[in-house]
């Protein structure tokens, strides 16, 4: 899509998550996608109209790139179809319809409801020990629901929590300030935990993961009832239900 024109844009139904935005396929068609960028979990695209398409995947959302001449689709949740320049036809689907789009200039994207309070990226020089610890002084909730939030990382989900904490040794249950002190500066705890998130995210991009809800390179997730995995730990992995998503930890090694 980057530096590609829509030649032609089809919206088949008239929401997403929230309704798709007032004229939106006739606002696309004809202006060029400058660039292909990501904030958090959104992908933003600016455009020559000065306009900004921002998307989220949402639970179940994908986007396929093919040719006219390939092979029939199902297109039962085929929601979104954009007909770019080059010949490629981008599909969004999307069957629990969790997906977003919206259509915004681009000059007051910084203000943008979901983008305007997002915490640092996991993976920039901006976030270290010193900024997660800032983040959550004070805070009583459990370490593992204050990593979900997206105001003190951005863009880290279930999966890479759980297992950064498992990496640093940490309980997803321990309350979040313990590791800061009270002036928010960063005890031991939050260097190493800052360092584990950088870890497994590297880990899984560097092996171009999808995150698979049966990867077998997980430490931690979706591995109740197994032994840890850590050299010489004994404990057996865990499973506890915390701010309703599903936490797997072991509860020997982390404390």
Known sequence: MANRRFDRVIVRRPDLRAPFPRRFAARLTGQTVLAVERRAKYLVLPLSSQETLLMHLGMSGWFDVGRAHDA?????????VFYMSSGAIVTFSDPRR?????????????EHPVLGTLGPEPLSPE?????????????????????LDQRVVAGLGNIYAAEALHVARLSPQRAASTIATRSGAPREPAVRLAAAIKQVLSEAIARQSSPSY??????????????????????????????????????????
């Open 98 to 110: 969790f997906g977003f789009m919206d259509l915004i200039a681009t000059d007051t994207l910084p």
């Open 214 to 255: 049966r990867d077998d390179r997980f430490r931690v997730y979706d591995r109740e009832a197994e032994r840890c995995r850590r050299a010489r730990c004994g404990g057996t992995i865990r499973r506890r239900t915390q701010a309703g998503r599903s936490t797997f930890f072991c509860p020997v090694c982390q404390r």
């Open 127 to 147: 976030f270290d020990a010193a900024a997660l610890a800032r983040a959550v002084r004070g805070r009583k909730t459990p370490l593992k629901v204050a990593l």
């Open 72 to 80: 029939p689709r199902d297109g039962r949740h085929d929601h979104v």
